[in-house]
């Protein structure tokens, strides 16, 4: 069965970096690709930016280009969503998922994790 | 790139019908037939509900359908049910090669 383990939430202070995991099993790994989802504080659902672990081909929302990064590490089958310097603004639930192809249906969620950025 | 546009909410009774409209434009929904749905319950994460405009993925209710006319697609819930009671998005690719979300529906079942 498909999974996607997303790592424990995080409580960080404004200008801290920060990365969070998101580990994918059940399927092959580098031939899917893995978004990830904002949903603030009772707010909707922000799509990210999607990466594709097979060649790690990046594409990223305009709205959140150049604030975070997406990478990924095919030797563990991981996803990371990462951050040089935290804004209070960033505190969300992030969920990453999987992508049936490029900019089709997220058919796979992972759990969530829950960021707060808080002095 | 703007959010698609989704009415805030929509309300019915048991065994009632409901459609939640989601519009967008001619470099989104109505460029690809790529549009897809999700239901979101309280606390819990996204579930996928309707693919690619019309498809249903295994294990969703036939009560489910959806269906698209230009730049607007549409979600409808027939025989509306107490655990239909969520908050429902809509979802699209762009012609940037990115996605879009809509604004989200909150449905209450009365």
């Known amino acids: 069965e498909v999974q996607l383990v997303q790592s424990g939430a995080e409580v960080k202070k404004p200008g801290e970096s920060l990365k969070i995991s998101c580990k994918a099993s059940?399927?092959?790994?580098?031939?899917?690709?893995i978004g990830w989802v904002r949903q603030m504080p009772g707010r909707g659902l922000e799509w990210m930016g999607i990466i594709y672990p097979g060649d790690s081909d990046t594409r990223y929302s305009p709205s959140f280009q150049g604030q975070v990064t997406i990478s990924v590490d095919k030797s563990v089958n991981t996803a990371y969503l990462h951050w040089r310097s935290l804004k209070a603004s960033d505190s969300a639930m992030y969920y990453c998922?999987?992508?049936?192809?490029?900019?089709?249906?997220?058919?796979?969620w992972g759990q969530g994790t829950l960021v707060t950025v808080s002095s | 790139q703007s959010a698609l546009t989704q009415p805030a909410s929509v309300s019915a009774s048991p065994g009632q019908s409901i459609t939640i409209s989601c519009t967008g434009t001619s470099s989104d929904v109505g460029a690809y037939n790529y549009v897809s749905w999700y239901q979101q319950h309280p606390g819990k994460a996204p579930k996928l509900m309707i693919y690619d405009v019309t498809s249903r993925p295994s294990g969703v209710s036939n009560r489910f359908s959806g269906s698209k006319s230009g730049n607007t697609a549409s979600l409808t819930i027939s025989g509306l049910q107490a655990e239909d009671e969520a908050d429902y998005y809509c979802?699209?690719?762009?012609?940037?090669?990115?996605?879009?979300f809509g604004g989200g529906t909150k449905l209450t079942v009365l």
């Open positions: 059940g399927y092959s790994f580098t031939n899917y690709w």
């Open positions: 998922a999987r992508h049936a192809s490029l900019g089709r249906f997220l058919d796979w």
């Open positions: 979802n699209s690719f762009t012609m940037s090669s990115t996605v879009v």
